[in-house]
């Protein structure tokens, strides 16, 4: 079948090829064939993929993780490296710059197009990985999901995506367990972003590491940034923002409960820029102190109770 199809798929019917490899797939995961289904699902998806068919080999990489999921299979060294070798094959573009001539209609074009695409492309990696990471989750791999897929995906949000969501990238960062790797492209990013955005988030990272209870992480990457920013960014370091985390990864270090309140009356407008640092606060109160989090539910229930009362 796999010589057959790759016939099928190099005299270029690929969309035709893809209905084949859907089906017979699909025979052997009825017939509990599930090592000869997923033979043929990464056959054809490093196939479609290799051609440069983003839409058609996504699918079938999708595909190859749902079979994991009904097979069973434990997540394993040789499962892994098959993912490993899909991921390698998603094409990388570089975003073109943003500096088109905006009264030529063609270059618009083009770059709307090329946005597009890589739109596309971010969206069916995405899928794919996050599918793996819950298969992960799920047979044998560490709760949040095995560390190396969260990094594949964040680099990948990283460099192709038009739209930079650095809370999305963050949460797969601090998952990752490559805090260097972060911290470098935390460096990146203060290099390309809007002022303002740098501290934030900086301060983000740090305190997603913290409300996972990782000090190590957290140390590790703001010791990194400060090394390197200084000769680069010095305002950095006189940001209250980053005040406030270097003053808070200190107290963490001891039981000051009332310094950790102190601290966030104290530079409560900083924290204010983002309802996330709040969020992430109270996780962290709770993770290191023990203060059970109010419930923002409590509050607005209570009140209708009493108006019908």
């Known amino acids: 079948h796999i010589d057959k199809l790759k016939k099928v798929v190099e005299e270029g019917n690929y969309y035709g090829a893809l209905q084949v490899y859907k089906s017979i797939s699909a025979r052997y995961v009825t017939a509990q064939r599930f090592s000869e289904a997923l033979d043929i699902l990464f ?88 599918a793996a990471i819950k298969w992960s989750a799920e047979f044998g791999g560490p709760s949040t999901g095995y560390p190396e897929l969260h990094a594949m995906l964040a680099d990948y949000l990283y460099t192709e995506c038009p739209e930079l969501d650095m809370v999305r990238i963050s949460r797969h960062f601090v998952r990752a367990e490559d805090p260097e790797k972060f911290a470098s492209t935390l460096i990146n990013f203060m290099g390309r972003c809007y002022p303002g955005e740098d501290d934030l988030a900086i301060a983000r990272a740090v305190l997603m590491y913290l409300s996972m209870g990782n000090m190590k992480d957290a140390n590790l990457i703001m010791d990194e940034i400060k090394k390197q920013a200084e000769a680069k960014h010095p305002e950095f370091s006189e940001s209250d923002l980053i005040q406030f985390t270097s003053y808070l990864l200190e107290t963490l270090q001891r039981d000051a409960l009332p310094l950790f309140n102190m601290l966030r009356v104290r530079y409560k407008s900083c924290i204010d820029r983002e309802p996330l640092l709040n969020e992430l606060l109270d996780e962290i109160a709770q993770r290191f102190y023990g203060v059970q989090r109010k419930n923002p539910m409590e509050g607005m229930f209570g009140d209708i109770f009493k108006m019908m009362g």
Request: aromatic share 4%; net charge negative.
């Open 43 to 130: 056959s054809g998806a490093c196939l479609e993929l290799e051609h440069g068919l983003v839409n058609c080999g996504a699918d079938l990489a999708l595909l190859f993780v749902d079979t994991l999921v009904k097979a069973k299979s434990p997540c394993n060294d040789e499962t892994l490296d098959r993912i490993r070798c899909m991921f390698k094959l998603f094409p990388r573009v570089p975003v073109p710059p943003h500096l088109v001539d905006v009264s030529d209609d063609e270059d618009v074009h083009n770059l709307q197009e090329s946005l597009g695409e890589a739109r596309s492309r971010v969206e069916n990696l995405t899928s794919f990985l996050r």
